[in-house]
C-alpha cells in the first residue's frame, strides 16, 4: 500500500502470534476462542481462500509486523445473473491508533479490486449509519435495508 504497509492474507501464526483478534476486538465481541478453535476456523477457511477470507493490513519495519487492521471479501456464488459472483466485504476495521490515516480507505479499495477481478458483478455489506460517510468516500452507494434476526 506504502513503503511500510502492506496489504496480505491472514496467516496462522497472526491468529497467536499478532493483534489481529486485538484489532477484531475493537469492531465486536471476539468471545474467547481456544487456540484448537481458532485452528480448526483457519484451516476451514484456507481451504477456501477463493470463497471467503481475512485480509489484514500491516506496518512491517526492521523490528516485525503489526496488524493496523483488516476486513473480510466473501464471494458468494449464485444461480442468478448467470451464475454471477456477489463480493460481501465484512469485518472491517482498523485499530482505534492508526484512524484517520486512510487505512480504512486503503483496505476497501484493494478488497474492491479483488473483488472485482475475481469477476464480481457487485460488492455489498451491512454498515452503521455512522459509517456510510467512510463507504461513500470508498465509492459505494446507499442501497437497501439491512434486516436481521439475532438468536
Ligand atoms: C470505519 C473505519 C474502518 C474507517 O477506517 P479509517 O482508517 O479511520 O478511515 P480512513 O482514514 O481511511 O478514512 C477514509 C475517508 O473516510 C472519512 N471517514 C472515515 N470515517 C468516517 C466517519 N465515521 N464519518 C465520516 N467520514 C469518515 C475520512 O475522513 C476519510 O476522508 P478523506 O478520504 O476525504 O480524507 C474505522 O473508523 C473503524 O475501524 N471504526 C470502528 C469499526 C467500524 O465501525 N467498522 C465498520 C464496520 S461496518
Given amino acids: 500500500l506504502t513503503e511500510n504497509v502492506h496489504l496480505r492474507l ?7 502470534d ?12 471476539v468471545g474467547e476462542p481456544d487456540s484448537l478453535a481458532l485452528l480448526e476456523r483457519y484451516n ?13 493490513v500491516i506496518t512491517a519495519d526492521a523490528t516485525g509486523e503489526v496488524i493496523i487492521g483488516t476486513a473480510t471479501l466473501f464471494i458468494e456464488r449464485k ?9 460481501h466485504i465484512e469485518d472491517v476495521v482498523v485499530s482505534s491508533k492508526a484512524r484517520g490515516g486512510g487505512y480504512g480507505k486503503l483496505i476497501l479499495k484493494c478488497l474492491l479490486d479483488v473483488a472485482k477481478h475475481a469477476g464480481c458483478y457487485k460488492v ?14 470508498c465509492g459505494l452507494v446507499k442501497k437497501g435495508v439491512q434486516m436481521a434476526l439475532y438468536y
Fill in 44 to 56: 476451514y477457511l484456507a481451504a477456501r481462500k477463493d470463497t471467503y477470507f481475512p485480509y489484514v
Fill in 124 to 137: 455489498i455489506l451491512d454498515c452503521d449509519e455512522s459509517n456510510v460517510p467512510f463507504y461513500e468516500k
Fill in 10 to 16: 491472514l496467516s496462522a501464526k497472526d491468529l497467536t
Fill in 18 to 29: 499478532g493483534s489481529f483478534l486485538q484489532v477484531l476486538g475493537e469492531l465486536t465481541t
Fill in 79 to 87: 444461480f442468478i445473473h448467470g451464475c454471477g459472483l456477489v463480493g
